[in-house]
């Protein structure tokens, strides 16, 4: 009999994109940070599940202990970061997804990943899901009191001022936006529930191709091209 409520892989909540933030009351804000999206699952065979369901741990074998120190039965929401000089590097995170294993026991030294927890979906084995956010969030905070580093727990205001001053204040160490949560929202799998803040950013390119998206109403992804100051578009 599975330790988890549910079972594995799971897809984590998503949000959409908006340039304007909602305002209180009911939100909630949490910055974001450039890293993996990941699923971490306690218990005696332990995961880190991306996104997409992919196993993480092979490529961040020094994340097991981390994992070792939840609850069994525990699942938690979450991102892997790599800190270097106080900032979260994105590039140096996508180094640690290498096939040899020489080089990702190289690569777990040189470049350690660390963990940023900010939801609770499974606590010792009782499923949280259907819990409203900010029982999610206490329940999180009481896990989070027996976890020591790689372990971070991502902070959380109310206040609207507080969470604009993190919109700039944080850029600078990898944070891209501030997540905007209702108190009382549920964790629906792979909805777009949650409210994302993010920074807009201009530049002049060239649209080289389009595909549709897979809904069919929309552009999915775009080739672009960039001048260089010589003058050749890359």
Not at 22 to 32: A, S
Not at 135 to 161: I, K, Y
Not at 186 to 201: A, G, L, N
Request: with cysteine.
């Amino acid at each position: 009999m599975s330790i988890w409520p549910f079972e594995p892989p799971l897809k984590p909540m998503k949000a959409k994109v908006k340039v304007e933030p909602p305002r209180p009351p009911g939100w909630v804000y949490e910055p974001t940070w450039d890293g993996f999206r990941a699923i971490a699952w306690a218990g005696p065979e332990p995961r880190l599940d991306s996104r997409n369901g992919k196993p993480l741990l092979r490529y961040f074998p020094e994340l097991l202990p981390a994992l070792e120190q939840l609850p069994e039965g525990t699942v938690v929401d979450g991102e892997v970061v790599v800190v270097v000089d106080d900032v979260t590097e994105f590039d140096s995170l996508q180094l640690r997804i290498h096939p040899a294993a020489s080089r990702i026991e190289r690569l777990s030294q040189e470049l350690p990943a660390e963990l940023v927890a900010f939801d609770l979906l499974a606590d010792r084995g009782e499923d949280l899901r259907s819990v409203p956010y900010a029982e999610r969030r206490s329940r999180l905070e009481e896990v989070f009191a027996g976890l020591a580093f790689p372990w971070h727990l991502t902070p959380v205001t109310a206040d609207f001022e507080q969470a604009a001053d993190w919109f700039t204040r944080f850029e600078g160490s990898g944070c891209d936006g501030i997540i905007c949560k209702t108190t009382d929202g549920i964790y629906r799998e792979d909805k777009r529930d949650w409210i994302k803040w993010k920074h807009r950013r201009d530049a002049d390119c060239v649209v080289g191709g389009y595909r549709i998206h897979k809904d069919g109403d929309k552009i999915g992804s775009i080739l672009l091209g960039l001048y260089n100051s010589e003058g050749e578009l890359h």
